[in-house]
Every structure is written in structure tokens, then in C-alpha cells.
């Protein structure tokens, strides 16, 4: 990894005897306590710890709920809102913790990838450390899906009909790929006992791919603000120096995550929800949750055939999709030497003006595609395009960054002018 492995100091006569028979406690504290961790890292690496710890939450709160919940079509939303809701011990506060916790897991790794777009952290040699992030994400949105159609309320039912309804856009085998995803002609019981089982089953592979995460981020060693690359001289061990600081972030986090779960518990949750699924009675608006908004957006904006030979449903499938996968190659798409946007004057004026335009595609997503919504996400769209694929390589190539320190220890000021003696 980042250095030589140390064994760890441990006075217990049966912890000792059974690392150096099974070596892990001996690698939890090469990673975890001396991992050498570049000393200028600000509160926005803390997300990425408050991620993994959210994924725990989750996983737990779930193997809990799943003891009580029946995925059956007739009695999912009553082993919800009236079982577990009402007879299970704590199963309010449960309830409430998983599905405000999904909200605070994706808001977590937004910001979590945002810092990364900023301080350049997908670039080399930590290309694979970002995609295997990507692919946390996918997995991400395929599990939230898939929980937020299993309490069954009217708008869990029609989200997962429209969703799913997309891939029948696919030519030749998409009315097969629907069929086989519904297990039968329309979203009935075997769509929610496949959902319900795959729900189940993702968040362990979210686990895996996390700790493969972390291992390809232990392998080079995090970035940093600044984007150089650090000498040992400019790192400390992770304990204790950035366990208080992720403890004190965590402290801070539990008060907004404790607001929402007791004071607001439905504040994510569409109130159309708390109706039981209804095939007869379409929702006036039917709409994702707040994380899915700006893609859910990006799908709706193209209302056009594309050359005459996309229709404009594969068209917008194609878009939405594409919006995730092209942050696959954004290593290869950022053609700058500087990883930093502190030293990138223009990609960092860049970088706000996508952060405006994720919220504006969120906005619309959450409003009917029609009027000034409707031309307000197409225009969003272009725009999120062609920062990845347009601006980027150009500004990458034209920019002229700012000077860059050669280390953490190099005076931001310049040489301190020397002391003049006395006269």
C-alpha cells in the first residue's frame, strides 16, 4: 500500500496470537490508524468516511425492517404503514432511519463527487479509484429504486410502471426486457418480489465495491487540496489527527440527519405515497425522489427524433444514461496537468456554473416537462454535455493555471525577509 506493513503493538497475549496467525487486525491498523494522510485536508474529505458510515446505517436498519416487511402485492403496504409503523417496537424510528438515511447517503456522496470534480481527484494515477466511485453510484440508484417501490403507495407502483416502462424504448428486445422485469405483463407481485430481493442483495455488493474503494484509495494515497504530490515529510497517521476530525463532522452530521428523522420524518416522501398502490389511478405528477430529479429531468428534455432515426423515448433514455457513464471517462476528458481547481481559474468558474446547472435540471425534474420548465431542462441538458464533453478538454488545453507549491512546506507568501540587526 502507501508504505511498509507494520505489525500492530498489541499487549494482548490472544489478539497477538491471532494476528500473527490472521493478519487482518494488523491490517486495519496499517490502514486505519499509521495510513500516512496528507496534512492539509480540509472538512470536505469528510464526506467520504460520513458516506461509508451511512452505508453501514443502512445495510443495518434494513436486515431489521426486511424481519417484518412481507413483499407480497396485497400486504406490502399494510406490513408498512400498519405493522411495522405501529406494532413493531421501534419500528417507526427504523422506518424513518432508512428512508431518511437514503436521502442523507446520496446527499453525502453528491457532495462527495462535487469535491472530487473540484480538487481533481479522478485524474492519474487515481483513474480507477473514480470509476469504481461511478460504479458505487450506479449501484446506488439501482438499490434506491428498487427500495422505494417495495411500500407499495400509490406513486411506489407508478414510478416503478414508468421507469421500467422505459426500457420498451430499446429496439427489438425492449417489450421482452419489460416483460421480464415485470415477471408478466404489468407491475404486479413477481415486479415486487424481484425488486425486493435485489434490494436486499445490492447493498453487499455496494459493501464489496466500497472496499475495493478503499483500497484503490490506499494505493496511491489521497489527494489533497492543493492536487500536488506530497513527500512523507508532508503527511501524519490518520490516527489521531483525522479520526477526531471525522468524529466531530459525524457529531455535526447526526444533528441534521436526528432533524429530519424526528422532526420532519416525511419530508422526502411524496404524500401520494401513503395510498396504497392503485393500477386505476394515475398520479397528477408522478415524480422520483429528489436524487433521481436530475436525470429524471435530463430523460423528459428531449422531446424531439434525432436525425429522424431516434425516436424521442430512446433518445431521452439514451441522454439520462449517458449523463451517468460519461463520468466513467472523465479522467481521460480532463486534459489538464493540474489537478486543483485553486490553480484552474477558469475550470473553477466552470465548475460553479455546473453546480447551478445540476440544481436548475433538479428543479425542473420536479415540475412538469412543459413551458419555461420544459425549456429551462433542455437547455440545463445541452449545457451538462457540453461541459463534459466540450469545455473540459478545450479549457484543459487553453487555461493557463496559477504557479503550483512544489510541497505542503514551501511558504505561501514567499521567504519571510530576513531581520535587519540593530543599529
Given amino acids: 500500500m502507501s508504505g511498509e506493513f507494520v505489525k500492530a503493538p498489541f499487549k494482548n497475549v490472544v489478539l497477538r496470537w491471532i494476528d500473527d496467525r490472521l493478519p487482518v487486525l494488523s491490517w486495519a491498523y496499517n490502514e486505519l490508524v499509521i495510513y500516512p494522510a496528507p496534512r492539509n485536508l480540509n472538512y470536505w474529505w469528510n464526506f467520504g468516511s460520513l458516506a461509508g458510515i451511512m452505508l453501514v446505517v443502512q445495510i443495518v436498519t434494513g436486515i ?25 417496537n421501534w419500528g417507526w424510528l427504523l422506518r424513518y432511519l432508512h428512508a431518511n438515511g437514503a436521502s442523507m447517503f446520496f446527499a453525502l456522496v453528491y457532495i462527495h463527487i462535487f469535491r472530487g470534480l473540484y480538487y481533481g481527484s479522478y485524474k492519474a494515477p487515481r483513474e480507477l479509484l473514480w470509476m469504481l466511485g461511478v460504479v458505487i453510484l450506479v449501484l446506488m440508484m439501482a438499490t434506491a429504486f ?31 426486457i419489460v416483460t421480464w422485469l415485470w415477471g408478466g405483463f404489468t407491475v404486479d407481485n413477481p415486479t415486487l418480489q424481484r425488486f425486493f430481493s435485489l434490494h436486499y442483495l445490492l447493498p453487499f455488493v455496494i459493501f464489496a465495491v466500497v472496499f475495493l474503494h478503499l483500497l484503490a484509495l490506499h494505493q496511491f494515497g ?32 447526526l ?12 419530508a422526502f416522501i411524496e404524500p401520494v405515497n401513503f395510498e396504497p398502490a392503485n393500477p386505476f389511478r394515475t398520479p397528477a405528477h408522478i415524480v422520483p425522489e429528489w436524487y433521481f430529479l436530475p436525470f429524471y429531468a435530463i430523460l423528459r428534455a428531449i422531446t424531439f427524433d434525432f436525425l429522424w432515426i431516434v425516436p424521442a423515448k430512446l433518445g431521452g433514455v439514451i441522454a439520462m444514461f449517458a449523463s451517468i457513464f460519461v463520468l466513467f471517462f472523465l479522467p481521460w476528458l480532463d486534459t489538464s496537468r493540474v489537478r486543483s481547481a485553486r490553480f484552474r481559474p477558469v475550470y473553477k468558474w466552470l465548475f460553479w456554473v455546473l453546480v447551478v446547472d445540476v440544481l436548475v435540471l433538479g428543479y425542473c425534474g420536479a415540475n412538469p416537462p412543459e413551458g419555461w420548465y420544459l425549456v429551462a431542462a433542455q437547455i440545463a441538458t ?33 521567504a519571510a525577509p530576513r531581520p535587519q540587526p540593530a543599529e
Wanted: net charge negative; hydrophobic share 45%; aromatic share 16%.
Fill in 255 to 266: 444533528l441534521v440527519y436526528g432533524f429530519f428523522v424526528f422532526y420532519a420524518p416525511n
Fill in 64 to 88: 431489521v425492517l426486511v424481519m417484518h416487511y412481507t413483499p407480497h402485492a396485497s400486504m406490502a403496504f399494510d406490513s408498512v404503514e400498519g405493522h411495522i409503523m405501529r406494532d413493531v
Fill in 146 to 176: 428498487m427500495g422505494y417501490v417495495l411500500p407499495w403507495g400509490n406513486m411506489s407502483y407508478w414510478a416503478a410502471t414508468v421507469i421500467t416502462n422505459l426500457f420498451s424504448a430499446i429496439p427489438i428486445f425492449g417489450d421482452t
Fill in 382 to 414: 445541452l449545457y451538462y454535455f457540453v461541459h463534459f464533453l466540450v469545455l473540459m478538454p478545450l479549457v484543459g488545453k487553453l487555461e493557463r493555471p496559477l504557479p503550483l507549491p512544489t510541497s505542503l512546506r514551501e511558504p505561501v507568501l514567499g
Fill in 222 to 253: 489521497s489527494n489533497n487540496p492543493l492536487g500536488i504530490d506530497l513527500t512523507a515529510k508532508d503527511k501524519i497517521p490518520f490516527h489521531p489527527y483525522y479520526t477526531v476530525k471525522d468524529m466531530f463532522g459525524l457529531s455535526v452530521f
